[in-house]
């Protein structure tokens, strides 16, 4: 009787997915589900949705409480409501005054009548008949003719609902994939719930009153209470952090039974060096050095990070302890994530140690050594040259991209490496990179004429790492997420610095905001503008995911680069000189637009994100960003943060497409707050962890769920690890766990 209640239709479909979830495994293509061809499986490709076990594991990121049933009679306009219905009418026309297809409906219940609309939704009217009984979800208004719903979320009477009358899951979407759609195929894979492997003990399991693992992902999706969501995602909030406190614990295990060249702090040498800086060091900048020289004394290697506001100061520090490595006789290296910036440490490493160390810099486009204000290896085919004095150490510290990752480069001793915004490199490129460091360490056995006495075993060498980052991270976050890091923070700016004042500019008032930018430029200063885009894309192209949350947009409405560019240079400012900037143009075509803004034979550089580090331009003094809503506040302050560095008062203005609430309270917060750490933290609590420092590597977002706030579930998830870390190989279900998931993220 029940079954054929449910009727033909739902049968079938039942049917279908109890069939296809026994012959399915977690690793089944999603393509196999019902009604996913081709296009759709490109669609869920982009969200990196490849097999039901991706589908399952991509999480809502809200939920629509449609749970409270009410009757006709007792809608009122503005709310949003549930109703239980009958179609008593059902008609899809085209509109000729509109050139719109609507879809009309009237149901009802006992209490009264309620009419329905729909636009470009023809097939509704197939899909419902009248008689069916229908939940209908969605904001009610009313005209002369009564209550109404327009667009309302609809579906038929069942045992369970999907779309209405429940907690219904809201999913991050792309193009080409609908609500709708993502829970038809999450109903689907549900079954496969049961075909999960807990890879959690049980022990932990039943100590934390945790549920299984499939009871978690079946109630994140389809929670019946927020009782069931509740346990569901903390639960999945624990196994996040946990595969984080045992990364952390596994790396601080195994740093310990490594060693590391113990260097000797030259007390005296680094005291003349900073007094014969330029300016004074801040509070923060010397506590962070005086952390970073006590981790060299120590035979166990570093691994710190070194976070820092934009313009506070973090070259000058490492340069500070790469000059007491060299004093120490070794190497020491610093790499960065563009040439722009390798360049721009280049040059300040030459400017504060260029007379008293050899620095070499090595990208693709460049190789040079300079020594006591000599140059060799200003060209290219030189490059030989500049490796030969690397490999043999006679240079002290090489600053350089990705290209030191090369089979050519070769060290002999060294023992620090720093790298700056490492989150920007990619996964293979930081294996890369910690695999020719222990190739060298277990070559320098071999060299004990040169180094003396070795600090052990080659296999047991270590070099001492500092991350570097400009994005201001929350101490309490940074303890959650990078427990095997030790943490210095530089919290103070460099005395002298004027706040740079901050305006949401109306787009009414952008012709004001042009005429404020010449008259800057006739004061001889300089002007950047930042655009989302390099140049506009076809609609379907687009795809924004920030932080497990979408962010849609008019794509016509977007902002590029060239199209700016071509606005400025030929009607806005036509008399003034113009370039633009983006990551597609060669290194030598940046490299030398660049130069031509650094030596001011240019005043407005358009560009894009690429400039948001490494760029040190004292002249400019005004930072325009257009569709600021498009970025985080995190980055936005990185923006900023290439003005503001001289002593002329500088500006920033942001313009936007988006007039919404939620928009405009968080740029206007960002117009009044300075603080990269007290943006930081609004980051976290709007956008989540992922913004704040980029833990999405290689597709996976190793925090999807967990928070800031979640210090309980930190504090479990660092009790497990180390029970865990005490012997690994206990827990074999872990351990392919966690190594499957580490070779997709980074967090050091």
Not at 10 to 35: C, D, R
Not at 169 to 178: K, Q
Not at 288 to 296: G, N, P, T, V
Request: proline residues 3%.
């Amino acid at each position: 009787m029940y079954i054929v209640s449910l009727g033909i239709e739902l049968f079938i479909s039942v049917l279908y997915a109890i069939i296809s979830a026994v012959n399915m495994l977690l690793s089944t293509p999603v393509s196999q589900l019902n009604k996913v061809g081709k296009k759709t499986a490109s669609h869920l490709k982009r969200l990196n949705i490849k097999s039901v076990g991706d589908l399952l594991s991509y999480f809502p990121f809200r939920y629509e409480d449609y749970r409270q049933i009410y009757k006709i009679r007792d809608l009122q306009e503005g709310m949003t409501a549930t109703v239980l219905a009958r179609v008593e009418f059902i008609n899809s026309k085209r509109s000729r005054r509109r050139g719109k297809n609507i879809t009309e409906a009237m149901v009802g219940d006992d209490s009264g009548s309620l009419r329905l609309i729909w636009f470009n939704q023809p097939y509704i009217a197939k899909i419902l008949q009248t008689g069916d009984q229908i939940y209908l979800s969605g904001k009610v208004s009313s005209d002369i003719f009564g209550v109404k719903m327009n667009s309302p979320q609809y579906e038929k009477f069942k045992e369970r609902q999907a779309h209405t009358a429940r907690l219904v899951p809201v999913y991050p979407l792309t193009h080409g994939v609908s609500q709708k759609q993502m829970r038809f195929l999450m109903e689907q894979a549900l079954p496969l719930t049961d075909k999960m492997k807990d890879w959690l003990p049980e022990k932990f399991i039943e100590k934390y009153d945790f549920v299984p693992l499939s009871g978690a992902v079946r109630g994140i999706h389809f929670p019946n209470d927020e009782i069931e969501l509740k346990q569901s995602t903390g639960r999945l909030k624990f196994n996040e952090l946990l595969l984080l406190q045992l990364k952390a614990e596994i790396t601080r295990v195994s740093r310990a039974k490594r060693n590391a060249p113990k260097m000797e702090f030259f007390e005296n040498e680094i005291k003349n060096f900073v007094l014969g800086l330029p300016y004074k060091l801040t509070d923060t900048q010397r506590r962070s050095a005086w952390e970073i020289l006590q981790d060299l004394q120590k035979d166990i290697p570093m691994n710190r990070l070194l976070s820092g506001d934009v313009g506070s100061g973090k070259t000058i520090v490492a340069g500070i302890c790469l000059f007491n490595v060299i004093l120490n006789g070794y190497q020491g290296v610093l790499m960065a994530p563009t040439e722009i910036l390798a360049n721009q440490h280049y040059n300040t490493l030459c400017k504060l140690l260029g007379d008293k160390v050899k620095i070499a810099i090595l990208t693709n486009s460049k190789s040079e050594i300079i020594n006591h204000q000599s140059k060799i290896g200003t060209k290219l085919d030189q490059k030989k040259e500049v490796l030969d004095k690397i490999g043999h150490g006679e240079v002290d510290i090489v600053v350089g991209t990705h290209a030191l990752l090369g089979d050519k480069v070769k060290f002999s001793k060294l023992s620090m490496v720093v790298v700056d915004e490492q989150h920007r490199f990619g996964v293979n490129q930081r294996k890369t990179l910690k695999e020719k460091i222990l190739n060298q360490h277990k070559n320098l056995i071999n060299m004990k004429e040169r180094l003396g006495p070795t600090p052990g075993e080659a296999s047991a060498w270590g070099t001492h790492f500092l991350s570097m980052t400009a994005t201001p991270i929350p101490r309490s976050f940074a303890l959650m997420v990078y427990g095997d890091l030790d943490v210095s923070i530089i919290s103070q700016m460099p005395m002298g610095r004027k706040k740079i004042l901050t305006r949401l500019v109306e787009e009414h008032n952008r012709q004001k905001a042009y005429e404020f930018i010449r008259a800057q430029v006739k004061q001889g200063r300089q002007v950047f503008v930042i655009c989302p885009l390099i140049e506009e894309k076809k609609k379907e192209d687009e795809i924004e995911i920030t932080n497990y949350r979408p962010v849609w947009s008019a794509l016509l409405e977007k902002k590029s680069v060239v199209k700016e560019f071509e606005k400025l240079s030929k009607t806005v400012f036509p008399d003034l000189k113009v370039v633009y900037l983006h990551g597609k143009m060669k290194a030598d075509e940046k490299d030398a637009v660049m130069e031509k803004f650094k030596n001011k034979e240019a005043d407005i550089l358009v560009s894009t994100s690429v400039v948001e580090v490494g760029v040190d331009i004292p002249n400019a003094t005004v930072m325009m960003i257009e569709n600021a809503e498009r970025f985080g506040l995190a980055q936005l302050h990185q923006f900023r943060g290439r003005v503001g560095r001289s002593v002329y008062q500088s500006y920033c203005f942001l313009f936007t497409q988006n007039s919404g609430q939620k928009v405009s309270e968080r740029l206007k917060y960002f117009e009044k707050e300075n603080s990269g750490f007290k943006l930081a933290e609004k980051d976290l609590e709007i956008r989540g962890p992922g913004d704040v420092y980029g833990t999405a590597q290689s597709g996976e977002e190793n925090l999807r769920l967990a928070k800031l706030t979640d210090q309980e579930l930190v504090k479990k998830a660092r009790e497990v690890a180390r029970d865990i870390a005490v012997d690994f190989e206990k827990y074999p279900i872990i351990k392919k766990k966690f190594f499957s998931w580490e070779k997709s993220v980074h967090l050091e």
